[in-house]
């Protein structure tokens, strides 16, 4: 059992450049998020999903656009890069919006030179 | 909207020493508490959760928590602290009917031999 799987694990932009994270779960979660993490700031949402077909912003959509066509993915596009989007992302999923924990990829570091 | 606080960017405690990591929370609504740690260059895995069943709620590697309504606080307890406890702690709400887990800043743990 994979889990939550993300690809790439690192990546280094050119400003201007543009690129999608994926984001993959074999759990059959419904709920999927993206966060990004900066030093000393936790983890930010910047978009999530209730199920394929609906998305909605997190606190810091502004540079990304995201889809859901099936439950199992959950890509992250960045069209214009920029060096404030220097971070790392993680994928996250979860059963339901109640008390259920999330379950979170091992990450993707990027670069944005 | 919910939100949660952590008091403490850093902690340092000696090897055998109590652990205490503080999280306050804010919550309209009765909350769903979690506690995730993360290793260098790895995802967050989950420590324990609350769900509204007992307030004292036991968790891997010896870590326990305490929801306590009357101080909004959700404070993560280890009674003897271990090399391998080093790594970054995160405090996360959730609530229901809302589809976002909003998590804290982080306290990173420290353990001094």
Redesign the interface.
Known sequence: NAG?TQTPKFRILKIGQSMTLQCTQDMNHN?M?W?RQDP????K?IY?S?GAGIT?K?EVPNGYNVSRSTTEDFPLRLELAAPSQTSVY?C?S?RH???T??F????TRLTVV | AQSVT?LG?HVSVSEGALVLLRCNYSSSVPP?L?W?VQYP??????LL?Y??AATLVKGINGFEAEFKKSETSFHLTKPSAHMSDAAEY?CAV?V???????????TRLHILP
Do not use: P
């Open positions: 939550v709920y998020y966060y000393g700031m936790g983890l949402l999530y209730v909605d997190g993680f996250a979860r919006n109640m008390n924990e999330a979170f990829g091992q990450g | 952590q960017s769903y979690f995730y260059n790895q995802g967050l895995q989950l959760k769900t509204s995160f959730s229901h009917r809302d589809d976002k887990i909003i998590f804290g800043k982080g």
